[in-house]
């Protein structure tokens, strides 16, 4: 003799309460399984050793007092020396992103283009009758 189905899920579900379980008689994935272990931000980060503090660290604490960072002065000057050459950073864009515009683009911008007059091509240029 076979069970009905609603006795069936009845008995999951009073099961479930006994138990502490979820009641999911569709078996579908709810993630209860990730969701019940253990955190692991807490040992992922006693790993690591702590960070000493640097020259930054000084410089945020204690903003008064007058430091001397050597690294970040060479990377300073580096920085100058480059730019004089001309082989510093591009300067930034001050200007919006804008929409595009297809009127804008550049295939239009070619299509227009007209090429400046020159000696070459001055006798085919057609006279102006007045």
């Given at each position: 003799m076979s069970v009905a189905r609603s006795r069936i899920l009845d008995l999951l579900k009073v099961q479930c309460r006994i138990f502490s379980h979820t009641y999911n008689p569709e078996r579908l994935r709810t993630g209860n399984k990730v969701l019940r272990e253990r955190l692991r931000g807490p040992a992922v980060a006693a790993y690591y050793p702590p960070r000493n503090p640097t020259m930054k660290d000084l410089v945020k604490l204690y903003p008064d007092m007058e430091t001397?960072?050597?690294?970040?002065?060479?990377?300073?000057?580096?920085?100058?020396?480059?730019?004089?050459?001309?082989?510093?950073?591009?300067?930034?864009?001050?200007?919006?992103?804008?929409?595009?515009?297809?009127?804008?683009?550049?295939?239009?911008?070619?299509?227009?283009?007209?090429?400046?007059?020159?000696?070459?091509?001055?006798?085919?240029?057609?006279?102006?009758?007045?």
């Open positions: 001397w960072d050597e690294d970040e002065e060479d990377r300073l000057e580096s920085i100058a020396a480059a730019k004089q050459r001309g082989k510093g950073a591009p300067k930034k864009k001050r200007t919006a992103e804008r929409e595009w515009n297809p009127q804008a683009s550049p295939r239009h911008i070619c299509l227009t283009f007209q090429f400046p007059e020159s000696k070459k091509f001055a006798h085919r240029k057609k006279k102006k009758t007045a």
